[in-house]
């Protein structure tokens, strides 16, 4: 028998002062039994970094033509492609063709990542950035992660302040090019 995906929800207050984005956002993440508690994490940050009209979460790994995050206008058509993690670079080549624009945002070692990309064929990989969290404040988010949580976001001058189910923590997001 095959394992379910386990629901967390996520009540979460996102003030992004860099970008001018305020929102209460009521998020439902499902989590694959394949998927790491850092990957769900990261998927959720990303979410709330690029938080605009449009923004969902793809179907999850099981979906291998979307990313794991995706901004759609309102006629449908895909603007933004955001992968979690280290994709190929096949995908990501696919996605910043599909989008007018693409980002990654990991919770792996950049330098790897980065590594893993270098050389191969990417639509327009100098335009691409790949954002990348603390190993130790991702560890620590994940620790206070329940199935229901209440969640601060404040983001200022890329210096993320977060407060997950009373644990409070801070880090900059750090940002790298592909090009």
């Not at 945002?105 to 893993?116: E, F, G, S």
Request: hydrophobic share 40%.
């Amino acid at each position: 028998m095959a394992l379910s995906a386990t629901m967390h929800n996520f009540a979460v207050q996102l003030a992004d002062v860099d970008r001018n984005v305020y929102e209460d956002l009521e998020l439902r993440i499902a989590r694959h039994p394949s998927e790491t508690a850092e990957f769900m994490m990261t998927r959720l940050l990303a979410y709330c970094l690029e938080h605009q009209e449009g923004i969902a979460f793809s179907e999850g790994i099981s979906t291998t033509d979307e990313p794991a995050v995706l901004v759609r206008d309102l006629t449908g058509r895909l603007t933004a492609w955001i992968e979690v993690g280290a994709p190929d670079a096949e995908r990501l080549h696919r996605g910043s063709k599909l989008a007018g624009r693409a980002a990654i945002y990991t919770h792996r070692d950049p330098a790897k990542v980065l590594a893993q990309l270098a050389g191969k064929r990417i639509h327009r990989s100098e335009a691409i950035p790949l954002y990348s969290f603390d190993r130790a404040f991702v560890d620590s988010a994940v620790a206070a992660i329940e199935r229901r949580n209440t969640v601060t976001l404040s983001i200022t001058e890329r210096l993320l302040y977060l407060d997950i189910n009373g644990t409070n923590l801070s880090a900059p997001v750090e940002e790298h090019t592909l090009g």
